[in-house]
């Protein structure tokens, strides 16, 4: 599979244990919603995308819960 580069600026590849680190998540409220944000080098996973990594997550540690962020 191929990238286009005029629909895609970066592609970050990080591992689940790098995802795993709650460490390098954070938490902000942006229009009145908290969001998940977690920052590369390169740039930045937020939004929708990172709720959604979230949410994948919980197959590799399922006795947390997200609903908070719901």
Do not use: H, Y
Not at 30 to 52: I, K, Q, S, V
């Amino acid at each position: 599979m191929r990238s286009r580069s005029s629909e895609v600026e970066v592609i970050l590849e990080p591992t689940v244990e790098e995802l795993l680190d709650e460490t390098r998540w954070n938490v902000s409220e942006w229009f009145g919603r908290n969001l998940w944000f977690f920052d590369f080098p390169e740039a930045t996973l937020w939004g929708a995308t990172a709720f959604m990594v979230r949410e994948l997550l919980e197959v590799f540690r399922p006795n947390q819960d997200l609903a908070e962020f719901r």
